[in-house]
């Protein structure tokens, strides 16, 4: 069997989650990467099998590929900002953060955000301990999770999701295609 054949998961729908994490040196992102996810149709009218598709775009975190990811977001739906549980806000997730509230301010409703909470599954990981440190870092990067009080509402967008997801295991990734 190859590789892809034994580090695959099945999430909902049938959907293939393959090993990303076991294919890069340290489970990081190395080099650029761009992979579409089928997902099934949620459309119910008469006649439609369109599948729905995500298209994922990639980037190390490196100051080198900075003018990759600005130009890359623009053109996006939807920012996954990936969190490790472990670490917290870097300053790479401020640039992303960055980029998403001059794309939201210039263009109000054209971009959603979402974060990915990842390694979760690290020992000594407290999940809950983890997500309020996150969301309190991200507060301070003006960005609200869902289920955060807030009187004045958000300054860009609706509050972000947070879901916990682990990219060894698996946990969470449902959530996240959701």
């Given at each position: 069997k190859n590789k892809s054949d034994t580090n695959t998961k099945k999430g909902k729908g049938g959907v293939i989650v393959g090993d990303v994490a076991g294919t890069e040196a340290g489970g990081i992102t190395q080099v650029v990467t761009a992979f579409q996810l089928l997902l099934p149709s949620t459309d119910d009218s008469a006649g439609s099998d369109m599948d729905a598709a995500v298209t994922f775009l990639d980037t190390p975190g490196h100051a080198a590929f900075k003018s990759m990811r600005r130009s890359g977001s623009s053109g996006a739906d939807i920012i996954?900002?990936?969190?490790?549980?472990?670490?917290?806000?870097?300053?790479?997730?401020?640039?992303?953060?960055?980029?998403?509230?001059?794309?939201?301010?210039?263009?109000?409703?054209?971009?959603?955000?979402?974060?990915?909470?990842?390694?979760?599954?690290?020992?000594?990981?407290?999940?809950?301990?983890?997500?309020?440190?996150?969301?309190?870092?991200?507060?301070?990067?003006?960005?609200?999770?869902?289920?955060?009080?807030?009187?004045?509402?958000?300054?860009?967008?609706?509050?972000?999701?947070?879901?916990?997801?682990?990219?060894?295991?698996g946990e969470g990734l449902d959530d996240l295609i959701e």
């Open positions: 996954v900002l990936v969190v490790a549980a472990d670490d917290g806000v870097s300053p790479q997730t401020i640039e992303i953060i960055d980029t998403y509230k001059s794309i939201a301010k210039a263009q109000p409703g054209s971009i959603s955000l979402v974060v990915a909470m990842t390694k979760i599954d690290k020992p000594g990981v407290k999940i809950e301990e983890r997500r309020m440190m996150i969301e309190n870092q991200l507060l301070e990067q003006g960005i609200l999770t869902e289920g955060m009080p807030s009187e004045d509402g958000p300054e860009f967008g609706p509050p972000a999701q947070l879901v916990p997801v682990s990219g060894m295991t």
